[in-house]
Protein backbone atom coordinates (compact mmCIF):
# COMPACT_ATOMS: atom_id res chain seq x y z
CA UNK A 1 0.00 0.00 0.00
CA UNK A 2 1.50 3.55 -1.15
CA UNK A 3 1.95 5.86 1.60
CA UNK A 4 -1.09 8.29 0.75
CA UNK A 5 0.27 11.46 3.44
CA UNK A 6 2.41 12.42 0.42
CA UNK A 7 -0.35 13.05 -1.74
CA UNK A 8 -2.68 14.76 0.97
CA UNK A 9 0.13 16.74 2.02
CA UNK A 10 0.30 18.14 -1.70
CA UNK A 11 -3.30 18.09 -2.22
CA UNK A 12 -3.49 20.57 0.52
CA UNK A 13 -0.87 23.05 -0.41
CA UNK A 14 -2.45 22.96 -3.63
CA UNK A 15 -5.75 24.06 -2.26
CA UNK A 16 -4.53 26.67 0.15
CA UNK A 17 -2.70 28.33 -3.25
CA UNK A 18 -5.96 28.54 -5.13
CA UNK A 19 -7.64 30.01 -1.79
CA UNK A 20 -4.99 32.53 -1.23
CA UNK A 21 -4.82 33.58 -5.00
CA UNK A 22 -8.70 34.08 -5.10
CA UNK A 23 -8.37 35.87 -2.24
CA UNK A 24 -5.51 38.30 -3.11
CA UNK A 25 -7.13 41.44 -3.46
CA UNK A 26 -7.08 41.53 -7.30
CA UNK A 27 -9.48 42.57 -9.22
CA UNK A 28 -11.17 40.97 -12.02
CA UNK A 29 -11.87 43.63 -14.69
CA UNK A 30 -13.55 46.85 -14.26
CA UNK A 31 -16.33 45.31 -12.13
CA UNK A 32 -14.03 43.52 -10.37
CA UNK A 33 -12.41 46.94 -9.33
CA UNK A 34 -15.99 48.31 -8.52
CA UNK A 35 -16.71 45.41 -6.15
CA UNK A 36 -13.21 45.36 -4.43
CA UNK A 37 -13.25 49.01 -3.97
CA UNK A 38 -16.51 48.70 -2.36
CA UNK A 39 -15.55 45.92 -0.10
CA UNK A 40 -12.19 47.88 0.74
CA UNK A 41 -14.72 50.38 2.05
CA UNK A 42 -17.62 47.91 3.83
CA UNK A 43 -14.03 46.89 5.80
CA UNK A 44 -12.73 49.93 7.05
CA UNK A 45 -9.67 49.94 4.71
CA UNK A 46 -9.98 52.84 3.51
CA UNK A 47 -6.62 53.75 2.76
CA UNK A 48 -6.77 50.42 -0.02
CA UNK A 49 -9.80 51.83 -1.33
CA UNK A 50 -8.38 55.47 -2.47
CA UNK A 51 -5.56 53.59 -4.09
CA UNK A 52 -8.13 52.24 -5.84
CA UNK A 53 -9.12 55.83 -7.18
CA UNK A 54 -7.63 57.58 -10.33
CA UNK A 55 -5.07 59.81 -10.29
CA UNK A 56 -7.39 62.73 -10.37
CA UNK A 57 -9.74 61.58 -8.07
CA UNK A 58 -6.62 60.69 -6.06
CA UNK A 59 -5.46 64.54 -6.44
CA UNK A 60 -8.68 65.82 -5.59
CA UNK A 61 -8.67 63.70 -1.97
CA UNK A 62 -5.00 64.31 -1.65
CA UNK A 63 -5.70 68.25 -1.45
CA UNK A 64 -6.50 69.48 2.28
CA UNK A 65 -8.56 72.46 0.99
CA UNK A 66 -11.21 69.78 -0.67
CA UNK A 67 -10.88 66.80 1.69
CA UNK A 68 -9.38 65.13 5.20
CA UNK A 69 -9.45 61.89 5.72
CA UNK A 70 -12.10 62.23 8.69
CA UNK A 71 -14.16 63.57 5.79
CA UNK A 72 -13.54 60.31 3.51
CA UNK A 73 -14.35 58.34 6.14
CA UNK A 74 -17.61 59.88 7.07
CA UNK A 75 -18.13 59.70 2.91
CA UNK A 76 -17.29 56.06 3.25
CA UNK A 77 -19.19 55.20 6.18
CA UNK A 78 -22.26 56.76 4.30
CA UNK A 79 -22.15 55.00 1.50
CA UNK A 80 -21.31 52.01 2.93
CA UNK A 81 -24.51 52.73 5.82
CA UNK A 82 -21.93 52.22 8.66
CA UNK A 83 -20.34 49.17 6.46
CA UNK A 84 -23.57 47.36 6.02
CA UNK A 85 -23.19 46.82 2.69
CA UNK A 86 -24.52 43.02 1.95
CA UNK A 87 -23.68 42.81 -2.38
CA UNK A 88 -22.34 44.60 -4.89
CA UNK A 89 -23.78 43.73 -8.03
CA UNK A 90 -22.45 45.15 -11.26
CA UNK A 91 -25.58 46.03 -13.88
CA UNK A 92 -23.76 46.72 -17.14
CA UNK A 93 -20.20 47.43 -18.06
CA UNK A 94 -18.90 48.79 -21.30
CA UNK A 95 -15.51 49.60 -22.47
CA UNK A 96 -14.02 51.62 -25.16
CA UNK A 97 -11.12 53.61 -26.14
CA UNK A 98 -10.76 55.47 -23.06
CA UNK A 99 -11.77 52.97 -20.37
CA UNK A 100 -15.08 51.38 -18.84
CA UNK A 101 -18.69 53.00 -17.77
CA UNK A 102 -19.48 50.31 -15.14
CA UNK A 103 -23.38 50.51 -14.05
CA UNK A 104 -23.64 49.33 -10.56
CA UNK A 105 -26.43 48.93 -7.49
CA UNK A 106 -25.39 48.56 -4.00
CA UNK A 107 -27.80 46.18 -1.89
CA UNK A 108 -27.66 46.50 1.79
CA UNK A 109 -28.63 44.46 4.56
CA UNK A 110 -31.62 46.39 5.47
CA UNK A 111 -32.55 45.54 1.94
CA UNK A 112 -32.49 49.07 0.76
CA UNK A 113 -30.49 49.63 -3.08
CA UNK A 114 -28.41 52.14 -4.42
CA UNK A 115 -27.89 52.50 -8.02
CA UNK A 116 -24.74 54.04 -9.18
CA UNK A 117 -22.30 54.66 -12.42
CA UNK A 118 -18.48 55.03 -12.43
CA UNK A 119 -15.84 55.69 -15.34
CA UNK A 120 -12.80 53.50 -15.03
CA UNK A 121 -9.86 54.06 -16.39
CA UNK A 122 -6.20 51.74 -16.32
CA UNK A 123 -3.49 53.10 -14.77
CA UNK A 124 -0.29 51.05 -14.86
CA UNK A 125 -2.26 48.15 -15.68
CA UNK A 126 -4.71 47.95 -13.01
CA UNK A 127 -8.14 49.36 -13.33
CA UNK A 128 -8.97 52.82 -11.14
CA UNK A 129 -12.00 54.50 -10.56
CA UNK A 130 -13.24 58.27 -11.33
CA UNK A 131 -16.21 60.20 -9.30
CA UNK A 132 -18.90 58.00 -9.33
CA UNK A 133 -22.66 59.51 -10.18
CA UNK A 134 -26.18 58.37 -8.32
CA UNK A 135 -28.24 57.28 -11.07
Known amino acids: MLNRQPRLALLALALGLILACSQSGE ?3 PGGAVQ ?3 QQLNSGNYNAAKEMYNAEVRATLDDPEVSSAS ?3 AW ?3 QT ?3 T ?3 VEILESVSDETGATIDYEIQYKDGSTKKSQVHMTQEEGEWK ?3 SLDL
Do not use: H, Q
Request: hydrophobic residues 40%; proline residues 0%; glycine residues 14%.
Open 27 to 29: AEG
Open 36 to 38: LFY
Open 71 to 73: GFR
Open 76 to 78: ANT
Open 81 to 83: KER
Open 85 to 87: ISK
Open 129 to 131: LGF
